[in-house]
């Protein structure tokens, strides 16, 4: 089964950056779609950035233009670079990927302050 471990949450004051990893028990160019996920205090999860194995890309409207998400298929890893962050980021981060089912990481904290 396929094991998501993320690493690189932590804090950082307004317009700062950030660079979630989330490392994968298997090969990426095994895995359909990878991606991050978010949860803020008092919302709902939310989809934040996807990768397909052919390599296109979904942002949330939110974070256009400020977040990157790439795969590194030597590293079998899925990066998600952050910059100008806001308060408005702050929220638990999960990693997603989908393979014969879904699969997700245990998520990590990331806390923005002005």
């Known amino acids: 089964q396929v094991q998501l471990v993320e690493s690189g949450g932590g804090s950082v004051q307004t317009g700062g950056s950030l660079r979630l990893s989330c490392a994968t028990s298997t090969s990426t160019d095994s895995l359909n779609i990878m991606g991050w996920y978010r949860r803020a205090p008092g919302n709902q999860r939310e989809m934040v950035a996807l990768?397909?194995?052919?390599?296109?890309?979904t942002y949330a409207d939110s974070v256009k233009g400020r977040f990157t998400i790439f795969v590194d298929n030597v590293k079998n890893t899925v990066d998600l670079q952050m910059n100008s962050l806001k308060s408005e980021d702050t929220a638990v981060y999960y990693c997603?990927?989908?393979?014969?089912?879904?699969?997700w990481g245990q998520g990590t904290q990331v806390t923005v302050s002005s």
């Open positions: 990768i397909s194995n052919m390599g296109s890309t």
């Open positions: 997603y990927a989908f393979l014969t089912g879904t699969h």
